[in-house]
């Protein structure tokens, strides 16, 4: 036996990581009966994650380079506090090759991948060419970096235009350059590689065929460190802006059950290629004839994992905690349905009418859903102060239906029920995507929100106004009868005026 298969609990928990995700793993600790240790910055000193915590500890300055990116610091506070084990959540140091292979020197275990499978992954080329082998269809394009400007143009007349030219070191969007014309190459070949230097400190560039008006769609895997690996099917991330995930759902409204079957055996065999452990998620691009290509893989836990987790019923951290400790994983593909359907909203704090620009302060009030098929993760509260060094996520908000529709209009309900006041929020922007006919009808792709960019600003008058606009008519029509019978031999007088106005005020105060 291996020292991978040794059996080695996990006792006590440092969580490397802030906001909803670090009471998100907490809890699931605290389930478990494993003792949690919380990282706080300067900045994060009220914070709900500190207090929620066994114990706390103070690793430095609001910046997170200083504190939830010190890797020294981290390492420091996890012996110090006799943590076995670090959970880095997600952002921050969850894809840090480097991070995990000091936990590994340290005696310390990482709740995630080894380091050669985050280092794999993160370069993109390496991993289109590890894709290739597995059998995993990748966009048609170029299999080593491309540096000459002759070569490039080679390239791109046996691709066809349009291509994009990408970061190896890149993902999520960033370094990235769409090619329309011939005459454009060299220039933005050059720029796209300047600019890859300038982010990652590597200049290195591959070639794909664009795919035009495309659908996200990821899965989730689980592989345990036996070589077991499974799906947790699908979750349609479309709705985003500017690579910002808004709302994601699962099952995706575009997939059929042999696609779905396909792409599953895909992930599963992504995952194997890379020799991964831990929880994953391999991103798909798809086009509308439902011709897919893995794009990348994610290796972490994400922000939208709580759908996956309603409609397949396997607690993602629970499963992450046991796969670090070197148990096999409890169930089998066959064993693994999809019941109903969910979806997440992000609530967070910007303006979306002002370019979506992050808008932290203090919350003064705030009222959050519950009832039947609602989730909600968050980790502010009233009085709370949303820094403003970290991003700007406030909750996400998650709905389980037995149907797609029954799933929109409990986050229709779930969404009136939210109230926030102090910051900005995105709460009535997501309620405008739940009324449209795009979303509603669950054919949209990337372009949705730009394509529905009208109608999602739009001041529109909600369901509650009309409501409250009807009930005004009614009394006006009511008052109006009411004045006329009496006008029989007197006008009204100025006093009754006032009062008619002081009623319909006090009626319509709360709007
Ligand atoms: C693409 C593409 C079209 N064709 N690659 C954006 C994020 C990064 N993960 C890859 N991205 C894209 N790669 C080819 N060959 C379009 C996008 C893309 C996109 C992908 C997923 C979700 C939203 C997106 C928004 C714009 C562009």
Redesign the pocket.
Known sequence: MGKAMEHKPIRKVLIANRGEIAIRIMRTCREMGIRTVAVFSEADRTAMHVRYADEAYHIGPAPSSESYLNIDKIIGTAKKSGADAIHPGYGFLSENATFSRRCREEGITFIGPSPESIEMMGDKISARKRMIAAGVPV?P?TTDRVTDEAEAIRQIKEIGLP??I?ASAG???RG?RLVHKESEIASLLRSARSEAKTAFGDDAVYI?????S?H?VEFQILSDKHGNTVHLFERE??V?RR?QKVVEETPSPLLNPEVRSRMGECAAAAANACNYSGAGTI?F?MDDQRNF?F??MNTRLQVEHPITERVVGVDLVKEQIHIAEGKPLPFKQEDLKQNGHSIECRIIAEDTDNNFMPNPGTITHITEPFGFGVRCDSYVYEGYTIPIHYDSLISKLIVWGRTREEAIERMRRALSEYKITGVKTTIRFLERIMESEDFRSGKYN?HFIEKNSAFLHADGICEKQIEDIAMIATFAEYYTRFEESKITNSTPSVKKETNWKRQIRKFTSRI
Do not use: F, R, W
């Open positions: 966009v394009g291509v994009m990408k993902g999520g969007g990235m794909e065929k664009y795919v035009d495309p996200h991330c479309s985003q690579h991103e691009i290509y794009l990348e990337t």
